[in-house]
Antibody
């Protein structure tokens, strides 16, 4: 059964770069889209970006200028970078899988709380 | 961008009661709509995809219906573990959006 395990720095200062990684185990890494989704404390969910094993990417236009998603197929992992973070980027960040030609996310990683504070 | 609205914001019910949650899209999404359940401190869990298909392992008391702009998630008889927040989600082109959620709490 596929499992997603994520990690990254949990406390950042304003203007720093957020960096998170998600490793996939238990199933083939290819043939899927891999996404990052975030949730500010007490609020709803926001899709950030996705990448497929070939390296093709899609970004939420509202975040595209500060976000970069990358993939390392040799390690079955993908990563997220968000530059110039502010307090508004404080959220739990989730990685998740989407099948080709499907529109939903399943499964999700355990989530990583990233706090931006001076 | 298609906006999803969910109602009510909070639904207060007792175990055993029927829960009916609504999700409305600002434009037609056909049947490209999913529902998720989220409990405190946990990641969302897929319940329903393509508006009416239960995900693997989801109990039969959960059902989804609708198409176009109006969708419904029904929990036929609430179990104690069903009290949670429920989100709908759609995809249009290369953008995915979520509704603001409905919290189902104990009356």
């Amino acid at each position: 059964q596929v499992q997603l395990h994520q990690w990254g720095a949990g406390l950042l200062k304003p203007s720093e770069t957020l960096s998170l990684t998600c490793v996939v185990s238990g199933e083939s890494f290819s043939g899927y889209y891999w996404s990052w989704i975030r949730q500010p404390p007490g609020k709803g969910l926001e899709w950030i970006a996705e990448i497929i094993y070939s390296g093709s990417t899609n970004y939420n236009p509202s975040l595209k200028s500060r976000v970069s998603i990358s993939i390392d197929t040799s390690k079955n992992q993908f990563s997220l970078k968000v530059t110039s973070v502010t307090a508004a980027d404080t959220a739990v960040y989730y990685c998740a899988r989407r099948q080709l030609r499907k529109d939903w996310f399943d499964p999700w990683g355990q989530g990583t709380l990233v706090t931006v504070s001076s | 961008e298609i906006v999803l609205t969910q109602s009510p914001a909070t639904l207060s019910l007792s175990p055993g009661e029927r829960a009916t949650l609504s999700c409305r899209a600002s434009q037609s999404v056909s049947t490209s709509l999913a529902w998720y359940q989220q409990k405190p401190g946990q990641a969302p869990r897929l319940l329903i995809y393509d508006a009416s298909n239960r995900a693997t392992g989801i109990p039969g008391r959960f059902s989804g219906s609708g198409s176009g702009t109006d969708f419904t998630l029904t929990i036929s008889s609430l179990e104690p573990e069903d009290f949670a927040v429920y989100y709908c989600q759609q995809r249009t082109d290369w953008l995915f959006t979520f509704g603001p959620g409905t919290k189902v709490d104990v009356k």
